[in-house]
């Protein structure tokens, strides 16, 4: 989710397939935080839409975020391998750089807001579980654990609680040198790799004792950008001629994709915390024919979907600050009495704006401020070709 800012140091290819999967991401995780509050089944869409298109609108927040993980994956290897040749040859104080440039910033900054909300008693932002306190959840959002914070003590409020994925990239985001510093070879990496993305049913079913704990432990979520890696490394190890094989891999991932998003209770019964397997499988094999597509030349986007890929490229932004949108719309809605049947005109309002405050928080807060601290602290370093294949775009 935040491997989404373009360096103007690093010329780079815009993907517009992967800025349209994240922008259905980042759109699924505003709706399903809506709809939590302000459910469809009672609405006038269900006269006569059918109930599995209304859940896959809004009860699809917690898999769009395992879109997330297997995006960050694979642009962060793809970035590293068009930087540095091998990832062996890293650089890790660059890498390391470059991560806390584009995610502190907006990080401190929630963090510094929550933290004033909370003190001022404002309504929906005060931390009021008894086995929380204000000084440790800003320990845990900023030292990297909030999901296990969770796990030990119950749920945050809203605008907390997001930050749990964002624990887990900065995780993978601190290893991920190390690694490949330390295997260096991809006989030793891949190996490792394939083991940790396949463990994603494992872990979640060895951890069913604890629901937030399952959802939000490091592993599943490491497993989900493992893939990404994987995919990453498939495409600068294939090189397929010709459209059919990047048709038939774009299809199969477009296809398992939908049919996790759109039927996942009916598949569950079958595969289990495999479903999940199948989504992170499914996303990277999207993304690899995405990248595929755009590494044989310039991608045409998808006639109207401009405004999806533009979420997409703000979707760390609007990720960090759309409950501040979803609580007020949520508010209004209650206050004036509007009935269920009609709650769907309350949708459009809300992922407007939660657009617009990620833009504005985007063009005055994250970019600038991720500029200047690479100025400062970066040194001359390799650039992406022009045609590089991926885009530093991003991100989580």
Not at 101 to 110: D, G, Q, S, T
Not at 182 to 190: A, E, I, Q, S
Not at 288 to 310: D, E, Q
């Amino acid at each position: 989710m935040t491997e989404a800012a373009t360096s103007k140091g690093a010329p780079s290819t815009r993907n517009p397939g992967i800025d349209l999967l994240r922008g259905l991401s980042i759109l699924l995780v505003v709706l399903h935080h809506v709809g939590l509050r302000i459910p469809l089944k009672q609405g006038v869409l269900a006269t006569f839409l059918p109930r599995w298109f209304l859940n896959a609108l809004i009860y699809n927040g917690y898999e769009a975020v395992f879109v997330f993980f297997v995006i960050s994956g694979f642009l962060i290897t793809s970035n590293t391998l068009a930087r540095w040749g091998t990832l062996g040859a890293i650089d890790a104080r660059s890498f390391y750089t470059r991560r806390a440039a584009r995610i502190l910033p907006c990080l401190v900054a929630l963090v510094a807001v929550l933290s004033a909300l909370h003190l001022a008693g404002a309504r929906d932002y005060v931390i009021s579980h008894p086995n929380q306190s204000l000084p440790r959840t800003i320990f845990s959002a900023l030292g990297l654990h909030l999901n296990w914070y969770e796990g030990r003590t119950g749920w945050l409020p809203g605008n907390w609680d997001v930050l749990w994925s964002l624990s887990i990239e900065e995780i993978f985001y601190l290893g991920f040198p190390l690694v490949c510093l330390g295997l260096r070879r991809k006989r030793f990496l891949v190996p490792a790799l394939i083991l940790l993305a396949l463990s994603l049913p494992v872990s979640r079913a060895a951890l069913a004792g604890n629901g937030i704990w399952q959802e939000k432990a490091y592993l599943p979520g490491m497993a989900g950008i493992a893939m990404g890696v994987l995919g990453a490394l498939a495409a600068d190890y294939l090189r397929p001629q010709g459209r059919g094989m990047v048709r038939l891999v774009g299809a199969a991932g477009a296809m398992g994709l939908a049919a996790v998003l759109c039927f996942e209770g009916k598949i569950w019964p079958y595969l289990g915390n495999g479903t999940l397997l199948l989504l992170t499988l499914s996303t990277a094999g999207l993304v690899l024919a995405f990248h595929w597509r755009v590494s044989s030349g310039p991608a045409n986007p998808l006639p109207g979907t401009g405004w999806l890929r533009s979420f997409g490229r703000l979707s760390y932004e609007i990720y960090l600050t759309h409950m501040f949108v979803v609580w007020p719309v949520v508010r209004a809605f209650k206050a004036t009495g509007a009935s269920l049947r009609w709650g769907i005109l309350w949708y459009l309002p809300a992922a407007a704006l939660s657009w617009l405050l990620g833009w504005l928080v985007a063009r005055y807060l994250s970019t600038p401020s991720e500029h200047a601290l690479r100025r400062r602290l970066m040194t001359a370093e390799p650039t992406l070709p022009p045609l590089g294949p991926a885009v530093e775009q991003v991100q989580s």
